[in-house]
């Protein structure tokens, strides 16, 4: 099992991912990308939660 720290990092880089993608879909919407990018940050989400409840186990 990973240690405290490496979680901790690991879940501020994926939302660090995640806001860019978001700010990246906004400049994409409308085009055939937006669908893609809605995609990554829903898979971003879920690892998100994923190490959450990592963390707390």
């Known amino acids: ?7 901790e990092e690991r879940i ?3 939302i660090e991912l995640k ?3 978001e700010a990246k879909l906004e400049k994409v919407k409308g085009s055939p ?3 893609e990018f809605k995609l990554q940050i829903e898979k971003v989400t879920e ?3 994923h190490l959450e409840s990592e ?3």
Not at 1 to 7: I, Q, S
């Open 1 to 7: 099992m990973p240690d405290k720290a490496n979680t």
């Open 12 to 14: 501020k880089k994926a």
């Open 19 to 21: 806001e860019s993608l």
């Open 33 to 35: 990308r937006e669908e």
């Open 47 to 49: 690892l998100i939660a």
């Open 55 to 57: 963390l707390k186990s």
